[in-house]
């Protein structure tokens, strides 16, 4: 076990590939750059999460223009919502791995609609090309908007996508496994560029896989990118916990992320792994500023700039469920959305428990999850430290209320508080992200 002492914060930025990050107003904010289709502007945040020692830029990822809420995609559109554009966040990250040298690059990539192969070919690439930073966030798609773009007719139940996905990982590992690490041996004068006997084919046969193999990309650096979850369903936490590294979750009180965490850690320990292999990231959106005054005024500026709308639109197409159906100024009855069950219970809570009318909902849902962590960079620091101390995560995915200054006023105003308080590191671990996350090479 490692000591209490050594115990460090692992620090996350959630950033889309496209208008809209943590606030839905943050694209509207007047300093925020607009230029989201640039190179330029992906390779400075890159730039700036590097200069604040992040363990990883973290790009989420769906592939369709949600158009649930009142069956259109105009809100998403009209308000620049989450799901209004994304660019494919693997080329984006190889763009940031240009601009950078020890911060991790992990892209949102489903399960559900390409094959094995392919996913195994792209990250061990983006492995390779970035020396040891690549990550995967593995998702199983929720929405029948994405399905309707790849010729399904609608899309197979959780249980189904979840054993896809089971497969999936199992196929993926076999292939980044089929070359020995010393397989390259580049020896000009024999010739032998590589070992046939460290090259091995992996004949897979299964029940949604027929890979033969081996991968056309020999071992990656860190032996395979590093996993990252957030199912919050049984299911989901089952599979979390057999297979992730980092487990990105949102909740909207201490208490509740508290008995996640007990929850997660208990059944990574019945999947027989350490339970400090796992690091659990909580999403938060901090608005900082010089003094409380000035990031309360960031805030009410930032709050002005969206809509509940915008919320409800996002919300809509997170818990697939159109929400234009119920009236605004009450409370959200309960209901079994078929969406992500992680916003819902975050969603319920607010309703159920605190009684908010689903306008208020709404607001709440646009502006991000977690208020309770603005300020001036001391403030901030010390409750993101009193989250971390009392187990309610392991550290933060840091959703920029605007870009690229948000990840400004976060290095220049909390990093050096935190440093301070004996939390974080003051340089990087080593050259990968599995040196900065402290996870060894899997076997
Ligand atoms: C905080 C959070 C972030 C997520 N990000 C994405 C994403 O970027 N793309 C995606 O397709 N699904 C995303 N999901 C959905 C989950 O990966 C998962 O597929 C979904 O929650 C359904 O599984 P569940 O019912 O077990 O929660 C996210 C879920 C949560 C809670």
């Known amino acids: 076990m490692k000591s209490q002492r050594s115990r460090q914060i692992k620090l996350a930025a959630y950033v889309m590939a496209g208008p809209v990050s943590g606030h839905h107003g943050g694209w509207r904010y007047p300093s925020a750059r607009t230029d989201i289709l640039s190179l330029d502007y992906y390779q400075e945040i890159g730039r700036q999460l590097e200069a604040g020692l992040f363990d990883m830029l973290f790009i989420p990822d769906i592939l369709a223009v949600p158009h649930k809420f009142r069956n259109s995609a105009a809100s998403q559109l009209i308000h620049g919502a989450l799901g209004a554009l994304r660019l494919d966040p693997v080329v984006v990250l190889t763009a940031v791995a240009t601009a950078t040298k020890r911060l991790g690059l992990a ?40 399905a309707a773009n790849f010729g399904q007719a609608g899309l197979p139940d959780k249980n189904q996508r979840y054993d896809r996905a089971d497969e999936f990982l199992s196929v993926a590992c076999k292939l980044w496994e089929s070359w020995q690490q010393d397989a390259v041996v580049l020896d000009k004068t024999t010739p032998l560029f590589a070992d046939p006997a460290k090259v091995r084919a992996i004949s897979h046969k299964g029940e949604w896989f027929d890979v033969e193999g081996p991968l056309n990309v020999s071992r990656p650096p860190q032996g395979r990118p590093v996993f990252i979850q957030a199912g919050a369903s049984d299911r989901g936490k089952d599979f979390a916990a057999k297979w992730a590294e980092v487990i990105f979750v949102t909740h909207s009180s201490i208490t509740s992320a508290q008995a996640f ?12 792994r350490n339970p400090d292999d796992v690091h659990v990231l909580l999403g938060v959106v901090p608005v900082v500023g010089e003094t409380l005054a000035i990031a309360q005024e960031k805030q009410a500026l930032l709050d002005r700039l969206t809509s509940p709308e915008a919320g409800l639109s996002t919300l ?26 992680g916003h819902y219970k975050e969603v319920a809570e607010l309703s159920q428990k605190q009684g908010l009318s689903l306008s208020e909902i709404g607001t709440r849902y646009a502006i991000g999850p977690l208020r309770d962590f603005n300020g001036t960079g001391a403030e901030v620091a ?46 990087y671990e080593g050259p990968t992200l599995r040196d900065q996350l402290g996870l060894s090479l899997p076997d």
Not at 261 to 272: L, M, P, T
Not at 401 to 417: A, M, Q
């Open 261 to 272: 965490y007990r929850d997660i850690k208990e059944r990574v320990a019945r999947h027989g």
């Open 107 to 146: 892209s949102t990539i489903s399960t559900s609609y390409i094959e094995p192969f392919q996913l195994a070919r792209s990250l061990a690439t983006l492995d390779h090309l970035s020396a040891g930073r690549a990550a995967w966030n593995i998702v199983t798609s929720f929405q029948p908007a994405e």
């Open 382 to 427: 010390r409750t993101l430290k009193r989250w971390f101390d009392e187990r309610a995560c392991d550290g933060f995915m840091v959703q920029m209320p605007y870009l690229p200054g948000g990840i400004e006023d976060f290095t220049r105003l909390v990093v050096p508080e935190l440093q301070t308080l004996g939390v974080f590191r003051s340089a």
């Open 316 to 341: 809509s197409y997170h818990l697939d469920i159109d929400l234009s159906e119920f009236p605004l100024d009450e409370v959200l009855p309960a209901i079994a959305p078929p969406g992500v069950q």
